[in-house]
């Protein structure tokens, strides 16, 4: 889990966690200020894959509530280890998710940002359904680059919401939205997306944007957008981000390749 030997009284692991998230907070607060946002409309996640469950812990001191993982493997044990710890926080499971981890997922996530096929919805659906007792928020993640390989579910036409576009009806952004939200176990809340390598990001999240409004218009429930990095966070905001995925720029580069 990451080569950062920090403890959880680890004084100069706490003061860098406070200086970048400062610098973080700064870019995020200059970005709201330039989009004539108020900042507390955007949500900072702080994605903490590869790093310990200690960094959770410094961070939620620092006042970081939300936290992000994108391994069930990892992130189950982190979740478990930061609650024995006493320390409260919501989880979002942003990364691909495979459907027999969905069981485990449910337990400790406040949001899933990654839905992207009927089936995985099905699945999460029936696993929040035995596990929780209040319905499971989920973001539906689209593919503006129609490549589903990277995942995200695939919207038909230029940027419509019809039509399949030659993807199946399982990762077809109207039957996900669809399964999300007549499933009573689970909220449909919004859409998540990365942007595609070799975008430029302001294209990539000025297209998300009106695909959020499109399905807005359909689901007036569904007002959350997760997108935005460490790299791309400020071009997010300006196309109306109300959730950031902050890895790298808060707890430093990662040594795993994920
Ligand atoms: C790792 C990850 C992030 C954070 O990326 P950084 O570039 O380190 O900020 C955000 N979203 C998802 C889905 C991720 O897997």
Redesign the pocket.
Known sequence: MGSAQSRPADPARRAELAANLAEVRKRLAAACERAGRDPATVTLIA?T?TWPASDVGHLAALGVTDF?E?RDQEAAPKAVAVRAAGVKVRWHF??RLQRNKAPSVVRYASVV??VDSVRLATALAKAAARERREPLDVLVQVSLDGDPSRGGAIAGGPDGLDGLDGAGPDVALDEVLRAVAAAPSLTLRGLMA?APLRWEPGLAFAQLARLAAQVRARYPEATLLSAG???DAEEAIRHGATHV???????GP?AAL?
């Not at 995925?245 to 707890?251: D, K, M, P, T």
């Open positions: 994605v894959k992000g994108n942003v990364g940002h990654s990365v990095m460490s790299g995925r902050i890895g790298s720029a808060l707890l990662r994920l």
